[in-house]
């Protein structure tokens, strides 16, 4: 027997959907979303040289696991002061993310958002700003499980599962 990466063939739904690229969260919820054979166009968000680096290198996971060459990829500076706490910056980072994602021409929004580490008071707020904006919002990781260990070792990302601990 052979192990394979599981899921659906790239492209199967022949649905576009839009996800940011952000952190190792929102890495692997488009890593989910093309294992569930959407054809994602990305969006990478940094806030720094060290950030837009790091955000390419998660970029890279999932291109690498596309039968693709070509990708379409934007990316946005956004301008978040130090002085915030980490909680703070990460709610900031996703509901950036999200206003964005509701101006780009796709219908379906790949959303990082989970029960485990975001409020629920948030995760409504966002919503209501997505459909709002008439748009199809999908939240892959909304109840965190002991998947997510198995997602980032397909994806390639085991050490920074850490990180995911770090977020909640």
């Not at 990466?5 to 739904?13: E, R, S, T």
């Not at 940094?46 to 390419?56: F, G, I, P, Q």
């Not at 970029?59 to 130090?82: E, W």
Request: contains cysteine; aromatic residues 8%.
């Amino acid at each position: 027997m052979d192990t394979a990466h599981g899921g659906l063939p790239f492209g199967f739904q022949k649905e576009k959907v839009a996800c940011s690229i952000h952190n190792v969260l929102s890495t692997v919820s488009c890593m989910i979303t093309v294992k569930c054979g959407f054809v994602p166009d990305f969006l990478i968000l940094y806030t720094n040289d060290d950030d837009l680096k790091e955000n390419a290198k998660l970029f890279s996971h999932i291109a690498n696991k596309m039968c693709i060459k070509k990708h379409k990829i934007r990316v946005t500076y956004i301008d978040l002061p130090d002085k915030f706490d980490h909680n703070l910056k990460l709610m900031l980072q996703e509901s950036i993310s999200a206003n964005i994602l509701t101006h780009l021409p796709e219908n379906r929004l790949i959303i990082p958002l989970s029960t485990a580490i975001h409020p629920t008071w948030f995760i409504e707020a966002t919503m209501k700003k997505i459909v709002f904006a008439r748009k199809t919002p999908w939240l892959p990781l909304m109840f965190l499980t002991d998947s997510i260990y198995h997602n980032t070792k397909d994806t390639g990302l085991e050490d920074k599962t850490t990180c995911i601990d770090t977020l909640s």
